[in-house]
């Protein structure tokens, strides 16, 4: 393990206190935001203190639910925030492309704008065995945190291009979220395409996989909106205590969880990703690292990925450009 592995590790399992909290946002009445993934752990931590300023959330959720139970949690807590938002359920189930384009109907049948969207929503390793597919047949880490992801992000790229068209450039964002096992599970290269349809019998690589795809989809999304004012990041929230532990071997839960933080942590490694003014269209593609820092590539220890990323013209492979193109292949006959 080079030195470079090493530090790159420990910054990101004990990083530095936050410095970009509830404490810093100023008021965001007058913008629109979805959390996917609103109802539980880190997504329904981003809810919680979004709601606070005045915001119009949207929380996706698979489930009616346990989204209204959430939402009452938080619109009921006391004591109640002096400028509180506006916090509306969006059912949205990854797993499933119908659910996905309904999703993107629905919200656009209510707005014309989107400021921010946070992809949060995913499933870890340990809940989804090897071989598990989505409605439509994918395999499920890369079909839910890929392919269903990124369709429901280009199916809100209308709301985003008419937003940014008119706020502060770089204030208009999309938030990726990928995971530390990116760069610690991830076969050379962060993908390999030999087996990104069926998956492979390894689920920590086939969840691995999804969120190195997550990256690059990031990326990619940076390459083609970023000349209309969108701003694309791609965040590892950090180690949290929430719901992607879930299925975790009890013998591995005891031995990690010195390392895993309040939830709410996460939500700050969000918070920044999504609204700081650090992030701008000349950083677009930022990979951001809890609790909210911008990590340089050249901190990176992973550099066949950044390389595997990178456009053919510019000495890469063109990994972020064919994903993209195979992900549209893959949901092209569903539209
Ligand atoms: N916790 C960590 O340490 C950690 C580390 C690295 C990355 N992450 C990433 O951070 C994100 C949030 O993780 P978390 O720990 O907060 O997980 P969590 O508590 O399980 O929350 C995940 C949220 O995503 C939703 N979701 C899961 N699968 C979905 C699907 N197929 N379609 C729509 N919604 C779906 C869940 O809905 P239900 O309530 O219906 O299940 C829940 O609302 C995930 O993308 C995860 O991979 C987490």
């Known amino acids: ?101 309904r999703a993107a109907a629905t919200f656009g049948q209510q707005e014309s704008r989107l400021h921010v969207l946070w992809n949060n929503a995913g499933t870890g390793a340990n809940m ?96 083609r909106y970023g000349g209309d004012g969108i701003v694309s990041v791609v965040q590892n929230p950090g180690n949290l205590k929430a719901g992607s532990y879930a299925g975790t071997p009890a013998i591995t839960m005891f031995l990690i969880s010195p390392l895993l933080h309040e939830a709410r942590f996460g939500a700050y490694t969000g918070l920044y990703a999504g609204l700081s003014s650090d992030i701008s269209l000349e950083n677009n593609g930022a990979y951001i690292i809890p609790w909210g820092r911008i990590r340089e590539d050249k901190d990176c220890p992973r550099k066949d990925i950044l390389k595997a990323m990178l456009p053919l013209e510019e000495g890469g492979l063109g990994y972020s450009a064919k994903l993209w193109q195979w992900c549209e292949e893959q949901w092209k006959q569903y539209l």
Request: with cysteine; net charge positive; hydrophobic share 40%.
């Open 1 to 101: 393990m080079s030195f470079l592995s090493i530090r790159n590790a420990y910054s990101q399992l004990f990083p530095p206190k936050p410095f970009f909290t509830e404490k810093e946002i100023p008021t965001q009445q007058g913008r629109i935001f979805i959390i996917t993934g609103g109802n539980s752990g880190i997504g329904f931590e981003l809810c919680k203190i979004l709601y606070g300023t005045g915001a119009t959330i949207y929380m996706t959720s698979r489930s009616k639910g346990r989204a209204i139970a959430a939402i009452k949690t938080i619109v009921e807590a006391r004591p109640a925030p002096k400028t509180p938002g506006q916090l509306k359920f969006l059912e949205l189930d990854l797993n499933d492309l119908e659910s996905v384009k």
């Open 128 to 223: 989804v065995d090897p071989g598990s597919k989505t409605a439509q047949g994918f395999e499920a880490m890369v079909g839910m945190h890929c392919i269903a992801t990124l369709l429901f992000t280009k199916l809100l790229l209308a709301q985003l291009q008419a937003t940014a068209g008119l706020e502060t450039p770089g204030s208009t964002r999309v938030v990726w979220t990928s995971s530390f096992l990116a760069e610690g599970g991830s076969p050379p290269n962060g993908v390999d395409f030999k087996s990104l349809a069926e998956g492979t019998k390894d689920r920590i690589r086939n969840y691995a996989v999804s969120k190195a795809g997550t990256w690059m989809l990031c990326r990619e999304w940076a390459q």
